[in-house]
Structures are given as C-alpha cells and as structure tokens.
C-alpha cells in the first residue's frame, strides 16, 4: 500500500488546482446549492446536476487542448462517447464518497491537518502559515469550510481506493532487473543536424505545389467563423465603479484585524481514544474510561507523553509522531479540541475531551503570538476586499435584471449596456478552437454563437454563467460559412510546407550517412556538444526518442554510436562513451519497489473491477437524453 505521503500527493494535486483552475471547486459549491431539478442521472437517491457536468465538460475541454495543442477540435466535445466518459468520473465519485460512507470511513482533524501544512503553497519560511492559507482561498472567493470538506472527501475516497492497490505480486527478480536499468547511466555528447541547414537550396516547383494542393484539399479548408458583439457583467469589473469611504475601510481593520496581522498560533500534541458518534453508549464510556486511566499514568511521567501517544493513541496521522499536530490557528481542528487548546499553558495537559472522534488527551506545547501589523501597510488590501464584497453584492442585485433585459430586448444590447452601465463589446473572427480566454473557450457559450439559431435569427443569445461572477451573453454579428481556400490563397503556405520537407529530408539523409561513417570507424566528420551523463529519469535536454535510442544501444566497445530523426524533423547523432552501472539496494528496498511498482500496474484494474460491482449493487439512473448520450 502506498504510505500517507503518497496518498497526500493525490490530496495536493486537488489543492494545486487552486491557483490554476478554480472554477473545479465553483462548479462544487453551485450544484451543492441548486434547487432545481436540471439534473442528469441519480446515483443511489444523490443528484449529479447539469451544472456539475458542464463544469466537469469543460475542465475536459482544457485536458484535451492543452494535451492536443493545434489538432484539437472543440467539436470532439459533442462525442458521446466524451460526455459518457465524463458523466462516468462523476458517478464513480458518487460510489467512491457512498462506500466511504458505508465503511464508517473518517478523516481526523490531524489527518487533515497534516495533509495541509505539507503543501508548499501554505507555507512561508518552510513552515504552514494559516494566513496564507486563508488568504488564498478568500483571493479564489473559497470558504475554508467547503474547501476542507471537499479534501476531506478526497482523502476518504483514497481511503477505498488504497485497499485496491495492496493486491498483485511482483517477483524480487523483476524488480531488480527494472532498478537497475531505470539506474543506469551513460556517457554522451551529440550533435544536431537540422532543416534550417539546408532550406535556403530548397525550391519547390509550381508542378509540386499543384501536386500537393490536389493531393491535401482536405487541409486548405477555411473554418467556419463568427464576429460576435457582446455583453459582460462581471464582479471584478463592478468593482472598479465602486466607492469606498476612508471610514469604511479603517472601519473593517479595527474590525477584522485578525485577517491581517499573523494570528496566534499554537502547538499542541493528543492521544486520542477512538469513540465516533456512531459509536454506542456503552463503547464511549469506555473509550471515556480507558483515557482517565491513562491521563493518571501520563501525570504521573509527563516526560513520556510522546512514549505514550505512540502506544496508544488511535489517531493514525499523529501517532507515529508522539501525537504531535504541529502548529495551528483557530478554526482549524475540532471546535471542543480547539477551546480548549488555546485555554491551556505550555507544558499542560488536559483530559479527556470530548469530540465527534472520541477522547482526547492533550499537552500544549508551545505558543506562537500573533503580530499585528499597521493600517497604512493593509489600506489598500482592505480597500480591494471592500470593493470586492459591495461589487459581488451588486452583482447578485444585477444578475437577474440582466438576463431579464437581454432576453426581452432580444435584438439589441443597447437597452441592457445603458441600463446597466455596460460595454457593448466586438469580437474579431472567431472559430469553434479559436477562440480565446476568458470568454470564447467556453463550451456552452460556442456551442451556442455557432448554432443555426444563432447564425439565421442574430439575437441575444441566454446568458451564459463563464464563472460564478461571470455572465456573459452574445449576438452574431457577421458569419462566414466554412470553404474551400484557391490555390492562389495558400500557395505561398504549400510552397514552406514543401521546402520544410525537403529540407528536413536533406538533414535526414545527411545525418544517416554520417552516422555510417562513425560507426564505419571514420573521426572528425562533426563537431560533438560538450559531453554529458544522462540517464531514464535524468534526460538532461535529450528528446525521448533520441534517450530511447540512447538506452535501447547495447555497445560492445567504445565509442558508439546512435542516430534518430528528432522532432525538428532534423537528425541527431549521439556518441555514447561509457556506460554506468547503477548500485542496487539491500533486499528490503527492492522488496518496496516491486509492491510500489506493482501497485501502479495493477491498481487500476482491480480497482475498476470493484466499482464496477459497487455500481451494480446500486440504485443509478442516468438522462442520457438531456446530456446527449447514446447506447
């Protein structure tokens, strides 16, 4: 099994996501509050709304983009097969938090906690910093107690999954065998021969590109294009016509002056004796019984608490720490455990106490005060958090009025731009892929602007909700359907595509018989790049084909030597000088790298053979014809 780093990994991914794409936790807290009944499938008496899976539909988007670059076509969305696969993440989910649910599954305060103070974003001076923590979440407009509650979810949900991964076998053998060729290293230079070398002799003639155009009219298609006007109501740009008083703004720091100075901080260590609320009356008295007799024990050697947390203690996350929690602020652990934290003196111990785990012994350990910090160094943070919170005030005010006027008043955004005090606004041309942030990424929104409504009538289109202070709506102004380009428009373009051909096949050929000649014995035909010792996980700035070749020779004499076409199209030669064995650990670790590696081969397959049974026994119906998915 993996150990809780491991698995704490898993955590800081969905944690990292804050900086990079906070709308993964908007789309959480919208469907959590709906009200309605636009939902797509129930997995056993639990709604997965539309909402939810237009979220999850375009954080897909954004995968595929960024994995596809160029190639993507935003119409690949309209799969079924897609839209099946994303509504499949969403259900098992549902099954994962369900049968965390079913097993009693739980996530103590020190569990979470633990997960949180490892991750480098919270930290400031190689220490967690609950203010920063806080301030990053506020600055993605993120409760903490919804944020904590989405990774404690998380983390019972790798609590199913991890008793998945502890089955397979892997032999001692295998393993050895793939340490020691992910260890090994070698010795290299190398040179490249690229098409830059070679273009400038490149001349393609008219009776080649002619050739080219009939053989590739497929790839001389103009896109289907759109130029928009549009109409955005935004928190962030409301913000900027709002006025904030000196008075209000020192008004909310002597209020909240705890937000900007460093709050009091406290380190405390607990032996906690299981006892979870659904546990009977008769196991809590005991569990309660079992702590008073050890709290005895621990006055009389308080010296020894670690000693005693350690054999004792039924807190997984702390245990093997002398119980110790590290530091931490308010609103962090357990109401009742917190009280009574920061009631307490260094060195004190105090017990039990009673939370929603069990009992809790606690020592204090030690105090970090609170520095306040002045007014003129927070003025104009206040200021913005201000405007912040009146602007996300007005917005809600002003939300349903825009989409009032923009659906009445169909045909034109006037009436809505005065009203509201808006910017009518123009697009350039735009394609289904390529269009550009913030705006016209959005599925719902292209799908809409290139609809046949859309393009025949020219009206308003729905507002569209881009983010959760967002809305947008949009009127085709001009459309050009897709055609075929003339061979007058894209022969300069044929004309570089064939020149970077030939060249590269020119570098190509060059390269190979260079690569002929070293390894026929002959010296001094290139001028190799400084030497370097690269290995698997260690490339250096080697391309993985050219490592792959690197690695796959089995060299019986030095100097040998590889060659592979990169991906400039070029050539590239390397000179392998030496190869490094690599030295393989005691037996025990060799042990631990085959159950890790068999984890990661086999994981996946029972784990999906579990869902799939869990999915079975539940009660799941899906719409398929609200979302558009087929049998």
């Known amino acids: 099994m993996f150990d809780f780093v491991h698995r704490r990994k898993r955590v800081v991914q969905v944690i990292m996501v804050i900086a990079v794409l906070p709308f993964l936790f908007w789309?959480?807290?919208?469907?959590?509050?709906?009200?309605?009944?636009?939902?797509?499938?129930?997995?056993?008496?639990?709604?997965?709304?539309?909402?939810?899976?237009?979220?999850?539909?375009?954080?897909?988007?954004?995968?595929?983009?960024?994995?596809?670059?160029?190639?993507?076509?935003?119409?690949?969305?309209d799969d079924p097969r897609v839209r099946a696969s994303v509504l499949e993440e969403l259900i098992q989910t549902r099954l994962l938090n369900q049968e965390a649910a079913r097993l009693r599954f739980a996530i103590t305060d020190s569990q979470l906690v633990s997960a949180l103070q490892s991750v480098p974003q919270f930290q400031q001076d190689n220490e967690f910093s609950n203010q920063l923590y806080r301030e990053l979440l506020s600055d993605q407009g993120m409760e903490v107690v919804t944020f904590e509650t989405n990774i404690r979810q998380e983390m019972m949900r790798n609590q199913v999954i991890d008793g998945y991964l502890k089955n397979g076998f892997i032999s001692?053998?295998?393993?050895?065998?793939?340490?020691?060729?992910?260890?090994?290293?070698?010795?290299?230079?190398?040179v490249h021969i690229e098409p830059d070398q070679f273009i400038s002799k490149m001349k393609p003639s008219n009776d080649e590109i002619k050739e080219y155009y009939g053989n590739h009219q497929a790839d001389f298609k103009q896109s289907e294009e759109v130029q928009i006007e549009y109409l955005v109501l935004s928190v962030d740009d409301l913000a900027k016509n709002i006025q904030v008083s000196s008075e209000e703004i020192k008004g909310y720091f002597d209020e909240h002056k705890a937000e900007f100075g460093q709050?009091?901080?406290?380190?405390?260590?607990?032996?906690?004796?299981?006892?979870p609320a659904t546990a009977s009356d008769a196991d809590k008295e005991a569990a309660r019984?079992?702590?008073?007799?050890?709290?005895?024990?621990?006055?009389?050697?308080p010296q020894d608490f670690a000693k005693f947390a350690k054999e004792h203690s039924q807190d997984a996350g702390s245990s093997d720490k002398g119980g110790d929690l590290g530091f931490f602020g308010r609103d962090t652990m357990d109401k009742a455990f917190e009280d009574e934290v920061f009631q307490m003196e260094p060195e004190?111990?105090?017990?039990?106490?009673?939370?929603?785990f069990g009992f809790h012994i606690i020592k204090l350990s030690a105090i970090k005060n609170g520095e306040n910090i002045n007014f003129d160094e927070v003025k104009d943070e206040v200021e913005k958090k201000l405007r912040k919170q009146k602007s996300s005030k007005d917005f809600g005010?002003?939300?349903?009025?825009?989409?009032?006027?923009?659906?009445?008043?169909?045909?034109?955004?006037?009436?809505?731009?005065?009203?509201?005090?808006?910017?009518?606004?123009?697009?350039?041309?735009?394609?289904?892929?390529?269009?550009?942030?913030?705006?016209?990424?959005?599925?719902?929104?292209?799908?809409?602007?290139?609809?046949?409504?859309s393009i025949n009538n020219r009206n308003n289109s729905e507002v569209i909700e881009i983010t959760q202070d967002t809305l947008i709506s949009a009127r085709v102004l001009k459309h050009k359907p897709a055609a075929m380009l003339s061979i007058a428009e894209v022969k300069e373009k044929i004309f570089e595509i064939l020149a970077n051909q030939k060249a590269s096949d020119q570098a190509v050929k060059n390269g190979k018989e260079k690569l002929e000649k070293l390894?026929?014995?002959?010296?001094?035909?290139?001028?190799?790049?400084?030497?370097?010792?690269?290995?698997?996980?260690?490339?250096?700035?080697?391309?993985?084909?050219?490592?792959?070749?690197?690695?796959?020779?089995?060299?019986?004499?030095?100097p040998a030597y590889v060659g592979v076409i990169n991906s400039q199209g070029g050539f590239s030669l390397v000179r392998i000088s030496n190869v490094i064995k690599t030295e393989l650990p005691d037996e025990e670790k060799i042990k631990i790298f085959g159950k890790q590696l068999q984890q990661q081969v086999y994981a996946q397959e029972e784990l999906s053979s579990y869902l799939s049974a869990v999915k079975q026994r539940s009660d799941l119906t899906v719409m398929k014809d609200r979302i558009e998915i087929k049998e």
């Open 519 to 558: 390894q026929k014995g002959e010296k001094d035909i290139v001028k190799w790049d400084p030497n370097q010792t690269v290995a698997r996980n260690d490339p250096k700035d080697l391309e993985e084909d050219v490592l792959r070749a690197v690695f796959k020779a089995k060299p019986f004499s030095f």
């Open 263 to 275: 709050m009091e901080e406290r380190q405390a260590s607990h032996i906690l004796l299981s006892a």
């Open 172 to 190: 001692n053998t295998v393993a050895k065998n793939i340490m020691r060729l992910s260890g090994e290293k070698r010795e290299i230079s190398s």
């Open 348 to 356: 004190e111990i105090r017990g039990p106490i009673q939370t929603g």
């Open 289 to 301: 019984s079992k702590a008073e007799e050890l709290l005895l024990q621990i006055k009389q050697a």
């Open 27 to 77: 789309g959480l807290e919208s469907y959590q509050n709906e009200d309605g009944e636009d939902y797509i499938a129930i997995v056993s008496g639990e709604k997965i709304h539309r909402q939810e899976f237009d979220q999850s539909l375009r954080n897909r988007y954004l995968a595929m983009r960024d994995a596809m670059g160029d190639s993507f076509d935003i119409s690949m969305l």
């Open 397 to 453: 005010e002003k939300a349903e009025e825009f989409r009032n006027i923009v659906y009445e008043e169909n045909e034109s955004f006037q009436l809505a731009a005065e009203t509201l005090k808006l910017s009518i606004q123009k697009s350039d041309w735009i394609s289904r892929t390529s269009g550009k942030e913030p705006y016209f990424t959005n599925v719902k929104l292209l799908q809409i602007i290139f609809s046949e409504d």
